[in-house]
C-alpha cells in the first residue's frame, strides 16, 4: 500500500509538472505601457481604467454582452479558465521611457504579450523590442501610419489610423456648406503624431481639391504658443486641423481665445481635444470645436452591446467613455481573444491567431464593421467619425446615419 501511494503521489506531481503554467496559477499575464504620469496622466489614468474594464469582461461573465469573445465565461476557456493579469508600465509619455517598460515587461515580468502605449512615438520604441524579442504587441490607439510601415511581424493595430481619419475629415468637409473650407491650416506638435497627421492633410488635402495654406509645428509641452497662433491668424484659414495633446491643446485654445482669433471652422485630430480633462476645463469656451474619433456616446447609445459597456464604464469611474480609452479597451479584448484561440501562451501561437483574427460587428466594442487584420498588421475594418462639443459630451455630426441632433454642426466656430 504504502509503494501504491508513494507512486500514485509521484504520477500526481508528474502530471501537475506538465501542466501549462496557466493551468497551474490561472493568470496569463499582459504588458500595459501607458503615461500614467506626467502631462498626460488623466489620458493615463482615464485607459487604465477601461483596460481594467476589459479585464473584468474576459475574467468575470457578463452574457450581458452577447457576442464579445469571452464576455460570456470566466477567463480563457481554451487555457482552462486562465484569468487575464495586467501588469502596468508608465512611459511618463517618454519614448525612452516606453522602451525600457517594454524591455521590464518582458525580461522581468514575463509578460506573454505588450499593448499600449497611446503616443505614437511611445509606441515606436516599446514595439521594436517586442519586434526584436518576438512579443506578440497589439496596439489600440496610436494613429501615425508609419507604425505598419516598418515591415514587422509582431505589431497590430486595432485602430484606424490617421490617413483614415484625415481622409474622413475630407470626406466631411466636403459636405459642409455653410462656410468655405477650401484653405487648409494645419498646427501640429513634432513628434510622429504630430508630423504624420501634417503628411495625411498634406496628402489628402490635395486628394480633395483643398490648399494647405499654412504648415505650424510646434514643440510639445511648450511654454506658450503665441507666435504660433499668429500665424495660424496670419494665414487666414478656413479650416484649422490641430494635432495635440491635452496640455497643449488646453493651451492653444487659451491662446487664440485671449488673441480673440478663431478660425471658422476648428477640426481637432482627437488626442488631447477628447480627453476628460480639456472638456471640463476648457470645453465651456471651446463649444462648437470639432474633432475626428472613433466613439460617440450618442452612437453608443443607440446600440444595445455599446450602451452597457459604456454603462459599466461609468459606474466604475462616473464618466463616459472616449475614443482614447474605448480603442484602448478594444485592443485588450482583441489580444486576450488571441491568446484564447491560440490555447497556448506561446508567443509564435498568439502571433498566428492574431493573423487569423476575423471579428463582426457584432463582435467588437467599437462601431466598427469589425477586426481583421491585413498583411501589415493593420486593422482594416476600423472607421472614424466627426464630433462636435456641445456641453459637456460630444455629438456624431458625421457620418450622417450617426447624427442625432439635425441642428449640428455649428459654424462658423465662434468662442463662447
Do not use: C
Amino acid at each position: 500500500m504504502k509503494m501504491k501511494l508513494i507512486a500514485g503521489v509521484a504520477a500526481s506531481l508528474a502530471l501537475i509538472a506538465a501542466m501549462p503554467a496557466q493551468a497551474q496559477d490561472k493568470a496569463v499575464r499582459i504588458g500595459a505601457i501607458y503615461p500614467l504620469s506626467g502631462a498626460l496622466a488623466s489620458t493615463g489614468s482615464e485607459i487604465k481604467a477601461a483596460i481594467e474594464l476589459a479585464v473584468d469582461i474576459i475574467n468575470n461573465p457578463h452574457p450581458e454582452l452577447e457576442g464579445i469573445p469571452l464576455a460570456a465565461g470566466s477567463g480563457l476557456t481554451k487555457l482552462g479558465g486562465a484569468k487575464i493579469e495586467v501588469v502596468f508600465g508608465d512611459s511618463q509619455g517618454k519614448p525612452e521611457v516606453g522602451l525600457a517598460d517594454a524591455q521590464r515587461l518582458i525580461d522581468q515580468e514575463k509578460v506573454v504579450a505588450l499593448t499600449g502605449a497611446y503616443q505614437s512615438a511611445v509606441t515606436k520604441t516599446a514595439s521594436r523590442i517586442a519586434e526584436q524579442r518576438g512579443i506578440p504587441y497589439v496596439n489600440g490607439e496610436s494613429s501615425s501610419p508609419d507604425l505598419t510601415e516598418r515591415g514587422y511581424k509582431w505589431f497590430f493595430r486595432t485602430s484606424p489610423n490617421d490617413d483614415t481619419f484625415v481622409e474622413n475629415m475630407m470626406q466631411f468637409l466636403d459636405g459642409v456648406t455653410a462656410v468655405p473650407t477650401a484653405k487648409i491650416a494645419v498646427v501640429y506638435e513634432n513628434t510622429d503624431f504630430g508630423v504624420n497627421t501634417y503628411k495625411a492633410v498634406d496628402k489628402f488635402a490635395k486628394q480633395y481639391k483643398r490648399q494647405l495654406v499654412a504648415n505650424i509645428a510646434y514643440s510639445a509641452g511648450s511654454a506658450s504658443v503665441t507666435a504660433e497662433v499668429q500665424k495660424l491668424a496670419a494665414a487666414k484659414p478656413d479650416v484649422a486641423i490641430f494635432a495635440s495633446y491635452t496640455s497643449d491643446a488646453m493651451l492653444f485654445v487659451r491662446t487664440m481665445r485671449e488673441s480673440k482669433y478663431a478660425p471658422p471652422v476648428l477640426l481637432a485630430n482627437d488626442a488631447g481635444f477628447i480627453d476628460s480633462r480639456f472638456v471640463q476645463e476648457v470645453g465651456p469656451q471651446v463649444q462648437g470645436v470639432l474633432t475626428r474619433d472613433v466613439w460617440g456616446n450618442d452612437v453608443a447609445a443607440a446600440k444595445a452591446g455599446l450602451k452597457k459597456i459604456n454603462d459599466m464604464y461609468k459606474a466604475k469611474t462616473g464618466k463616459d467613455l472616449n475614443g482614447n480609452n474605448a480603442r484602448s479597451m478594444q485592443g485588450v479584448l482583441v489580444l486576450a481573444d488571441a491568446i484564447n484561440r491560440a490555447g497556448s501562451t506561446d508567443p509564435e501561437a498568439i502571433r498566428k491567431a492574431l493573423v487569423a483574427t476575423d471579428l463582426g460587428e457584432a463582435q467588437v466594442a467599437m462601431p466598427w464593421a469589425g477586426v481583421q487584420f491585413d498583411a501589415k498588421g493593420q486593422n482594416t475594418k476600423g472607421a472614424g467619425l466627426i464630433l462636435e462639443l456641445k456641453g459637456a459630451s460630444y455629438q456624431t455630426v458625421w457620418p450622417e446615419k450617426f447624427r442625432t441632433d439635425k441642428s449640428l454642426p455649428t459654424l462658423p466656430f465662434a468662442w463662447k
